[in-house]
Nanobody, 124 residues
Framework: QVQLGESGGGLVEAGGSLRLSCVAS????????MAWYRQPPGKQRELVAG???????NYADSVKGRFTISRDNAKNTVYLQMNSLKPEDTADYYC??????????????????WGQGTQVTVSS
């Protein structure tokens, strides 16, 4: 099995910054795409940013120029640096990863894994 654990959320004033981290753990063989999603209160979950194992990135238009996604493949970790935060960035942020791992039976399996979420609140 694999797990994703997020950290770094919190309360920040508009214009401030936060850095989210997400660590994948388990019998990991490889991780393809890693991504951050968010779900604002009362709204649907949306993609914020994604990054491939080779480092190619994509961003939602609403965060381009303000957020930066990066990853450390040696640490199975993905980061989201969020600058110039706005009240509309308030949401629960979730880490997602496409992971190949070794099951307890020694079989290669693939998981579309999700973290438990971390709350980001931006005050005006």
């Amino acid at each position: 099995q694999v797990q994703l654990g997020e950290s770094g959320g919190g309360l920040v004033e508009a214009g401030g910054s936060l850095r989210l981290s997400c660590v994948a753990s388990g019998s990991i063989l490889s991780i393809n795409t890693m991504a951050w999603y968010r779900q604002p209160p009362g709204k649907q979950r949306e993609l914020v940013a994604g990054i491939t194992s080779g480092g190619s990135t994509n961003y939602a238009d609403s965060v381009k120029g303000r957020f930066t996604i990066s990853r450390d493949n040696a640490k199975n970790t993905v980061y989201l640096q969020m600058n110039s935060l706005k009240p509309e960035d308030t949401a629960d942020y979730y880490c997602n990863a496409d992971i190949q791992y070794l099951s307890s039976w020694g079989i290669r399996r693939r998981s579309d894994a999700w973290g438990q979420g971390t709350q980001v609140t931006v005050s005006s």
